[in-house]
């Protein structure tokens, strides 16, 4: 029996070696697969160390992408908000434009046909006072370009009739003034706001530079006694208002984050943000590794907002205000926040924060007669892109529905700020001289020369070399602008 039992388990074990089935190893096999990082390694179906750190450098870097399009606006506004600061403005302190915005004054898409009254409020050491004169027009937002408040205009609490406006930082909770204030709460620290003086001609600049500066801000513990304000003007200065670039991007986007509370309508974002090392509360302090990472991202997030920019994947019918024509609307959202009943709005959020700033209920909503009205062509009427290299003429036509005034301004579209140039000004239309036809329609040409038998009031000196794109702005937009009867004509490449 014994023989037996002995015998039984010598071929029992030459059975399963002849199977090759392993008793008590199990060796698990390497596996090679193709993906978009490169091969990569797996251990009986478990991924290598290595094969970990590819993935995660690459789950790094989307999100890094992807937090760089969607904080875009706050990376504007706060950037902004910090050049104000260093400028001098603050608790009772504004910026200034005096006569027109400056082309060595980089800010995105600013118009030389106002005069231009601006500051940003830190609400973290409590509820700060505006106090409006009757005949301004301007936007009060979030650090998230999201309106807080117009101010002048149909959709203000004032109705350009000037008011006193008293801003609550985020879940505030403390004594309340006993007089009647316009009462705006705000869901951020940071706040910025703008206000226009709004000329018929230049003979309209000294009045308007005495109204601004009846202007005041002040904290409302201030309120009994306010300071005397200081306005800073901006003629001949040099100033820097754009979005950092690079690694400069993230670093700042810290700052921002940690001196804002969180939303919860931002947490998502926020979360990716916490793999990256930013969160508020919390010291930014990447090492190499992710520092490299962010500045790539931040390359990468930029090239991308320029094609988002440029070739916006958005449907013609609600880019393009006239069919078959290059010209599109610069605000496509009915919302300014840009949030649909479904979903917000995200390619269309990048588009108008990598372009322009500033947001109201008035670009939104057709209000004839009141407020302004933009759109922008970077094409040609054959599709070719304004570029420098070539001359282009754009006609408008007689009876401009504008019941202020109209202009034609030009950007470069690398700063998509006003283009620099020998002329020391990017702007042509009512208030600078624009010469009209005998019928009263306008010709406008821009180009590196001035045409023959052209008025230099109708021409923008352009660069060969450098793509640019044009805005018509409508103040006290008409009927005719909104119904389509009238509209402006193509660019047409000058040969």
Same mark, same amino acid.
């Given at each position: +029996?014994?023989?037996?039992?002995?015998?039984?388990?010598?071929?029992?074990?030459?059975?399963?070696?002849?199977?090759?089935?392993? /008793?008590?190893?199990?060796? =698990?096999? =390497?596996?090679?697969?193709?993906?978009?990082?490169?091969?990569?390694?797996?251990?009986?179906?478990?991924?290598? !160390?290595?094969?970990?750190?590819?993935?995660?450098?690459?789950?790094?870097?989307?999100?890094?992408?992807?937090?760089?399009?969607?904080?875009?606006? +706050?990376?504007?506004?706060?950037? +902004?908000?910090?050049?104000?600061?260093?400028?001098?403005?603050?608790?009772?302190?504004?910026?200034?434009?005096?006569? =027109?915005?400056?082309?060595?004054?980089?800010? /995105?898409?600013?118009?030389?046909?106002?005069?231009?009254?601006?500051?940003?409020?830190?609400?973290?050491?409590?509820?700060?006072?505006?106090?409006?004169?009757?005949?301004?027009?301007?936007? +009060?937002?979030?650090?998230?370009?999201?309106?807080?408040?117009?101010?002048?205009?149909?959709?203000?609490?004032?109705?350009?009739?000037?008011?006193?406006?008293?801003?609550?930082?985020?879940?505030?909770?403390?004594?309340?003034?006993?007089?009647?204030?316009?009462?705006?709460?705000?869901?951020?620290?940071?706040?910025?706001?703008?206000?226009?003086?709004?000329?018929?001609?230049?003979?309209?600049?000294?009045?308007?530079?005495?109204?601004?500066?009846?202007? &005041?801000?002040?904290?409302?513990?201030?309120?009994?006694?306010?300071?005397?304000?200081?306005?800073?003007?901006?003629?001949?200065?040099?100033?820097?208002?754009?979005?950092?670039?690079?690694?400069?991007?993230?670093?700042?986007?810290?700052?921002?984050?940690?001196?804002?509370?969180?939303?919860?309508?931002?947490?998502?974002?926020?979360?990716?943000?916490?793999?990256?090392?930013?969160?508020?509360?919390?010291?930014?302090?990447?090492? &190499?590794?992710?520092?490299?990472?962010?500045?790539?991202?931040?390359?990468?997030?930029?090239?991308?907002?320029?094609?988002?920019?440029?070739?916006?994947?958005?449907?013609?019918?609600?880019?393009?205000?006239?069919?078959?024509?290059?010209?599109?609307?610069?605000?496509?959202?009915?919302?300014?926040?840009?949030?649909?009943?479904?979903?917000?709005?995200?390619?269309?959020?990048?588009?108008?924060?990598?372009?322009?700033?500033?947001?109201?209920?008035?670009?939104?909503?057709?209000?004839?007669?009141?407020?302004?009205?933009?759109?922008?062509?970077?094409?040609?009427?054959?599709?070719?892109?304004?570029?420098?290299?070539?001359?282009?003429?754009?006609?408008?036509? !007689?009876?401009?529905?504008?019941?202020?005034?109209?202009?034609?301004?030009?950007?470069?579209?690398?700063?998509?700020?006003?283009?620099?140039?020998?002329?020391?000004?990017?702007?042509?239309?009512?208030?600078?001289?624009?010469?009209?036809?005998?019928?009263?329609?306008?010709?406008?040409?821009?180009?590196? !020369?001035?045409?023959?038998?052209?008025?230099?009031?109708?021409?923008?000196?352009? &660069?060969?070399?450098?793509?640019?794109?044009?805005? /018509?702005? /409508?103040?006290?937009?008409?009927?005719?602008?909104?119904?389509?009867?009238?509209?402006?004509?193509?660019? &047409?490449?000058? !040969?």
């Amino acid at each position: +029996m014994r023989v037996f039992m002995k015998t039984k388990k010598i071929l029992i074990l030459a059975t399963c070696a002849a199977l090759s089935i392993p /008793l008590f190893v199990s060796v =698990a096999q =390497a596996e090679m697969r193709e993906t978009s990082v490169g091969p990569v390694e797996y251990i009986g179906g478990y991924p290598t !160390k290595e094969t970990a750190q590819k993935f995660y450098d690459e789950l790094d870097l989307q999100r890094a992408v992807e937090v760089y399009l969607w904080a875009l606006p +706050m990376a504007s506004y706060g950037a +902004m908000a910090e050049t104000k600061y260093k400028l001098g403005a603050g608790d009772h302190a504004v910026i200034v434009v005096d006569e =027109a915005a400056e082309s060595q004054q980089l800010v /995105l898409t600013a118009n030389q046909d106002t005069i231009y009254m601006s500051g940003a409020l830190d609400l973290s050491k409590g509820p700060m006072v505006i106090d409006v004169p009757p005949g301004l027009l301007g936007t +009060m937002n979030n650090i998230w370009q999201q309106p807080l408040v117009d101010i002048g205009g149909p959709f203000s609490p004032e109705q350009n009739k000037g008011g006193r406006f008293l801003i609550l930082p985020p879940g505030y909770n403390g004594p309340m003034p006993a007089i009647a204030y316009h009462v705006v709460k705000s869901d951020s620290n940071t706040v910025v706001f703008y206000l226009r003086a709004i000329p018929l001609s230049k003979d309209d600049l000294p009045r308007l530079q005495k109204l601004v500066r009846t202007f &005041k801000q002040y904290r409302l513990s201030e309120a009994k006694n306010p300071p005397e304000m200081t306005f800073i003007s901006m003629t001949g200065k040099k100033a820097d208002f754009l979005t950092h670039e690079g690694f400069e991007f993230f670093e700042a986007l810290s700052r921002y984050v940690n001196d804002n509370p969180p939303r919860p309508q931002d947490m998502a974002m926020l979360g990716m943000l916490e793999t990256l090392g930013i969160a508020h509360g919390r010291e930014f302090n990447p090492d &190499k590794r992710m520092k490299g990472i962010l500045t790539a991202a931040a390359k990468e997030g930029r090239a991308m907002a320029e094609v988002i920019a440029w070739h916006p994947r958005v449907p013609k019918k609600d880019l393009h205000p006239y069919d078959g024509s290059p010209w599109k609307k610069i605000f496509i959202s009915e919302d300014p926040t840009f949030h649909t009943p479904d979903y917000l709005a995200i390619d269309q959020r990048t588009r108008y924060g990598f372009e322009a700033i500033g947001t109201s209920k008035s670009m939104t909503v057709a209000a004839p007669g009141q407020g302004s009205q933009y759109i922008a062509v970077y094409q040609d009427d054959k599709g070719q892109w304004l570029t420098g290299d070539n001359t282009f003429s754009i006609h408008l036509p !007689k009876d401009i529905p504008a019941a202020n005034f109209w202009s034609l301004s030009v950007y470069d579209n690398h700063s998509r700020s006003l283009i620099q140039n020998d002329q020391g000004h990017a702007t042509v239309g009512t208030v600078h001289g624009a010469v009209a036809n005998a019928d009263g329609s306008f010709d406008l040409y821009y180009g590196p !020369k001035l045409p023959e038998d052209v008025p230099e009031a109708n021409w923008i000196q352009t &660069k060969p070399g450098v793509g640019f794109f044009v805005y /018509l702005r /409508l103040y006290g937009p008409l009927e005719s602008y909104f119904d389509k009867t009238w509209r402006p004509e193509d660019p &047409k490449q000058v !040969k």
